[in-house]
């Protein structure tokens, strides 16, 4: 039976030849949902050659299951007099290979996993290959599309819910409670991240996440949400000004909508990355705060909240092509008297133009 997904295969294979690479191992779970299509997954691997046919090592109860709903051929082994180590090696041998160069993702290799392979074959043959996966997932297919879409509008009903949750007296974690709610209620599988619901001086920090601060009238409220469908991710930030907040933070979340804006109009099939970029960051430097901006403004997603490519940024070089999904522009002007105020949304790059998939208004929010 055909793999389900044979062209991403095909497409991952074609760029194996770049690395001079014999294997491609998958065990990370985001890998593990593109090429077979399953959520539901544990303890599993897939083993890419260069030229021939990928096959799936998983625990023996769930080999059946795996081969009929990926079409891969999958092997079982059977815990614990065998382990998912020994099986690879197994199936590796079993393609002829001696002195295999594998590619490996980047994180997520269990340590049992490497100790078995590198005990049957020469560690030296060991190669990072994370940038290939990246690479060839940041081209979304139409499914893929769709399922971000449906993450996207789960995205947008939590952050409707935590609108409608702030005001002085509650923890940032009770708005946190009613958007994911909300947001599981719409369909999400879960969020693709650790959300953000922060106030006052916390939005300021790099990366922070919802506590049990109470908000103050006179504040800001950055809510930055993430939801899930099948795998795919969706996130998207606003900001909340509780009460009366400062004319000069008014302006700030302005300008932020305003150099998005800008980068979205430059996010088109051939631009390159850093033009993206550079597209919002002249907003902010004719402002006068490019010193207080960070260099990176955005990056791919899809599997992942933040994939590593795209990454829209300055002096990036990626070619945006059509297909790609991304996120532009979480930073804000890292100055505490005026700082704090963030957006961001999901951007599909079509043929024709671009559609924001979290289509949610962009105005300042008032409670």
């Known amino acids: 039976m055909a793999p389900r997904f044979a062209n991403r295969f095909k ?24 090429f077979t299509g399953l959520t539901q997954i544990e303890c599993l691997a897939v083993l890419i050659p260069r030229e021939g046919e990928p ?32 099986k690879l090696v197994e ?19 269990d340590y049992a996993v490497y100790e078995a392979l590198r005990q049957a074959f020469p560690e030296t043959n060991f190669i990072g290959a994370a940038d290939l996966f990246y690479r060839v997932r940041a081209i979304k ?21 935590a609108a409608k949750a702030v005001r002085p007296g509650v923890s940032e974690l009770d708005i946190l409670a009613e958007a994911e709610y909300a947001m599981l209620k719409a369909g999400s599988g879960g969020s693709s991240f650790r959300p953000q619901v922060v106030s006052g001086e916390r939005t300021l920090l790099t990366h ?20 899930t469908y099948e795998g795919y991710c969706a996130k998207m930030c606003r900001t909340v000004a509780v009460g009366d907040i400062s ?32 597209a919002a960051r002249e907003v902010i430097r004719t402002a006068g705060y490019e010193e207080y901006y960070l260099d990176t403004v955005g990056y791919g997603v899809g599997l992942r909240q933040s994939e590593f490519y795209p990454i829209i940024g300055k002096g990036r070089t990626e070619v945006i ?26 951007i599909y790059v079509g043929e024709r133009g671009n559609e924001i998939l979290t289509s949610y208004p962009k105005e300042l929010i008032k409670v």
Not at 247 to 257: D, G, N, T
């Open 11 to 34: 497409k991952i294979q074609e760029l194996m030849t770049e690395k001079n690479l014999d294997l491609l191992l998958v065990v990370n779970r985001e890998n593990l949902i593109y």
């Open 55 to 86: 096959c799936a090592i998983t625990l023996w109860l769930d080999a059946e299951y795996v081969q009929r709903e990926s079409g891969l051929t999958t092997y079982g082994y059977f815990f614990p007099r065998e382990s998912l180590g020994n």
């Open 91 to 109: 199936r590796i041998k079993a393609y002829g290979f001696r002195s295999p160069r594998i590619g490996f993702e980047r994180y997520f290799v």
């Open 141 to 161: 297919e139409p499914e893929e599309v769709e399922l971000i879409r449906r993450a996207a509008a789960a995205a947008c009903r939590g952050m409707e819910a």
């Open 208 to 227: 922070p996440c919802a506590s049990n601060k109470k908000i103050q009238a006179g504040e800001v409220v950055v809510i930055h949400l993430g939801a």
């Open 247 to 278: 004319p000069a933070r008014e302006k700030i979340y302005r300008l932020l909508v305003e150099a998005q804006e800008k980068a979205i109009a430059a996010l088109r099939p051939g631009a390159q990355s850093w033009e993206v970029d550079a």
């Open 321 to 346: 092509e059509a297909g790609m999904v991304v996120d532009l522009l979480l930073p804000t002007i890292y100055r505490p008297d005026i700082g704090g105020p963030r957006i961001t949304d999901v």
